[in-house]
């Protein structure tokens, strides 16, 4: 038996390859101008802010790329030796470009213009150029925080100023140049705190195992006749399980959730009249094996009928000014049925225990249904995810609240979570 290929076989393939080459010739031909080579657009298309003659380009003013004749502009990107790329509008007819953010002093960019013209043949440009320096030697620092590390979903990023901004249009600047990339990506944004401090926070919650890159593109760029950004130090965080711990005051129980499992229920005091727990969302500041806990701290007169002075393990803070989660034996009677405490959540040893080697900073710590008042925003810890999205964007310097998600804020039941 013959194993040698039949001659109709053969020919069949070469008919096809003389098919594909004839497609492939006609994709090719100069009839189709987004085939053709693009053309070079020089002569095309005209610059503002390029410098010239020696002289290096003003980084305080715009640039600005403008179509010639019939020509219209089609794409253009401008980015510098750093790869911070410039933005910029496109006018609808695509008779001009113009740079919306400003250009970084002591820049080198390299700028790629796309054009057509009448019948729809591509052209191109690509140009450099150098921009001039400061015009003031004073800088804006800025800190990013956390420090690098491991955090639970509900930790915020924060950028601290070592100057206070409170101009609208100088706080634009300084944000639009503050970036927080994540994996996988999520819809975020900053909020201004208050003149020297911001805090960005997606809509929802991080994604458990989201890997977040912070970074500052204001170093060089103008925030003011007197002011211009400097560098900053790049920080990355991860994001670890998504872990929840939901204390209902009115049942005295606390249920925890792991990557929307629940993994435990346990029994719990919250704060007495006079004493509530805050209702609303903390989130997890540190841990602290042993804390001395003592009444003055909190304004409780020394000898009074409140007052305390006691030693205390596995301590796990949600505010500054003091609450925390801790183990508290000498209330395991009324853990489950009564709230005793003033203000803290009490479990037994063995619980807090087990509660201080599954938490992690940046976890979430949320109060139900408690008769205190709602977790502060700002100024006592991370009450951030308190406000809703709309209240959220509303202290953007760019969207001044455009975005309308809200976020449901009714009392929660743990098994909401």
Known sequence: MSHEPRPRTVVGCTLLVIALGAVASACGSDGNPLSARPYDATDQISFR??????????PAKPLEVTAEDDDRITDV??????????????????SRWHSTEPLAANAHYTV?????????????RVLTFDTGKPTSKKRLGVEFGPDAGEYGVGQPVTAKLDQPIKDPAQRAVVERALKVDSTPSVQGGWHWVDDKELHYRPQEYWPAHATLRVRSNLDGIKISDRLWGGPAKELKLTIGDRV???????????????NNEEINQIPV?????GFETRNGVKVVL?????????????GIAEGSSESYDLPVYYATRVTWSGEYVHAAPWSVGSQGYANVSHGCTGMSTSN??????NIRQGDVVQVVNSYGDTMETFGNGFGDWNLDWKKWTEGSALTGGKQQTVRDTSRLRPAAV
């Open 49 to 58: 802010n390029l410098g010239g003659d020696g002289k290096k380009s003003d």
């Open 352 to 357: 807090a225990e087990w509660f201080f080697d």
């Open 112 to 124: 790629r213009v796309s054009t057509e013209d009448d019948d729809g043949a591509p052209g191109r």
């Open 286 to 298: 540190g841990k602290e094996y042993f804390v001395r806990m003592r009444g003055t701290t909190v």
């Open 77 to 94: 990107t401008a980015v510098d030796g750093t790869g911070r790329y410039v933005a910029g509008e496109l006018a609808a007819d695509g």
């Open 269 to 273: 005091t919250t704060g007495k009249p």
């Open 244 to 258: 929840i711990a939901v204390t209902d005051a009115s049942s005295h129980s606390m249920t925890v959730f792991k």
